[in-house]
């Protein structure tokens, strides 16, 4: 995989849907990553947080400065959730040499124990990418555990240059400008999600309707 295929970092998987999520999403963001058992905490946010923070950390999200987006399953829960984070690039000394454009972007990515062996986590991931080459951010960002072995999967699998040290590990892709063919496959996919998202809601709705008939299951 080459920087110039940054919008391919996964094989195509139709059943893999990434939507970008918003203000009233953030219920279903609360419920995913309370959901994280003690490792999955501790692989997403580099330590065991307890309930009380990741309620904080859910809503002090700012959906105005920063990306997220989310994998729903059938139910419509959230099975997966990428944060693309953005910053001026002086606030990462390490990466402010890095590129001469004004930001900077950190992903971090969590997914569901019912979820994993999807894809999921990469299909974010090249979700992720797409969007910061859209919003002329051409460095990706990703800090992790050195346990995180899903982490540096999906970093080696995108041809990322990752760095280890004392048990953590930096991550580092640079992306290719955006072009006509970027903009519309992330317009693309925002489509498509929006429409699996709101198919599923009927389906949920109609299935909800169906079993208060009389004579239905409950």
């Known amino acids: 995989m080459n920087n110039e295929n940054a919008d391919q ?29 003690s490792s999955d905490r501790l692989l997403r946010f580099g330590m065991v947080l307890p309930d009380d923070l990741i309620t904080r950390y859910v809503q002090t999200l700012d959906f105005t400065r920063d990306t997220v987006f989310g994998v729903y399953d059938d139910n419509l829960a959230l099975v997966g959730v990428g944060h693309l984070a953005f910053a001026p690039r002086e606030a990462n000394p390490v990466l402010s040499d890095a590129t001469l454009k004004a930001q900077i972007a950190e992903f971090g990515v969590s997914v569901s124990a019912s979820a994993r062996g999807k894809g999921v986590g990469s299909k974010l991931f090249e979700r992720a990418a797409i969007h910061c080459r859209n919003e002329d951010v051409d460095t990706l960002y990703m800090h992790c555990l050195s346990s995180n072995q899903t982490m540096i999967h999906i970093a080696k699998k995108a041809g990322m240059e990752i760095r ?36 599923k809601a009927n389906t949920k709705a109609a299935i909800k309707w169906w079993r208060k008939l009389p004579g239905m299951k409950k």
């Open 9 to 37: 970092l996964s094989g195509d998987k139709p059943s893999v849907r990434v939507k970008e999520l918003s203000e009233r999403d953030r219920r279903r963001l609360l419920m995913h990553f309370l959901a994280l058992d």
């Open 164 to 199: 280890r040290d004392y048990g953590e590990a930096d991550a580092y892709l640079r992306l290719s400008p955006a072009n006509p063919g970027s903009m519309l496959a992330e317009a693309v996919e925002e489509q498509f999600a929006s429409l699996d998202y709101t198919l």
